[in-house]
């Protein structure tokens, strides 16, 4: 049969993944109308596949409330390209109109990844995925898998400006989960005098929570920010 999909070694190789999703998206289907949650999802979709100057030499790829990227190989350059494009991702859906919370994580391993067919599996995307969902705060961590291979390229982890070692905050007890990762300062490049407009629009967000479990997670949020403040000198 023409149409028999078959493994194709061109789609498997050792790459960057990034995994992110979007939180409250399924409180959102339950208590908004369809124009509204068409709306709050296109305008992620529009920064997702926006370039904002970029290079392009990565793969784009999304499903209901999950975001993924993914490059063509392990390299230090297209480690650059996704980081970047990741995380300025990040910045525009928490800095939109309408601030749309977000989780997830990098990883660095082996992924088949043919869009065409929409086949997508392997170790880099478990570990993102385990790593991203587990999360219980708005933020985005590099996995170990990452980390070792930063090393490998010589961008060691622990001197990435946007990066702070911290214990991440996890929803549950998970022992495979490594406690200590270098997270994301979310927002804190794009600071004018002083002010993070990211760490502004969690805590404005924060102030409108109800729900204890949902509060906790902007919490935790707002107290890596504030503790791991960067000043870059000019």
Known sequence: MSDEIEFDPKYHAKRWVSYLDLLGFTELTRTRGIIDIFSYYTRAIEHFTEEHGFKPDIDKTWFSDTFLLYTPDDSAS????????????????I?????????????????YADKDRNIFF?????????????????????????????????????????????????????????????????????????????????????????????????????SFLKANTRRLVT
């Open 78 to 93: 297209s480690f650059a390209i996704i980081e970047a494009t990741t995380r300025w991702f990040i910045y525009f859906l």
């Open 95 to 111: 800095c939109d109109s309408e601030a749309k919370p977000v989780r997830g994580a990098m990883s660095c391993d082996d992924l």
């Open 122 to 222: 392997g170790k880099a995307l478990v570990e993102a995925y385990h790593y991203g969902e587990n999360q219980d705060w708005i933020g985005f961590v590099l996995s170990p898998s990452a980390i070792k291979q930063l090393d490998k390229v010589c961008l060691p982890a622990s001197e990435r400006l946007n990066y702070a070692y911290w214990d991440i905050p996890y929803k549950l007890c998970d022992k495979e989960l490594q406690k200590r990762l270098p997270a994301c300062i979310i927002g804190n490049w794009t600071e004018i005098n002083g002010k993070n407009p990211c760490l502004d629009k969690i805590e404005n967000v924060k102030i409108q929570q109800t729900d204890p479990g949902i509060a906790i997670k902007y919490t935790n949020t707002i």
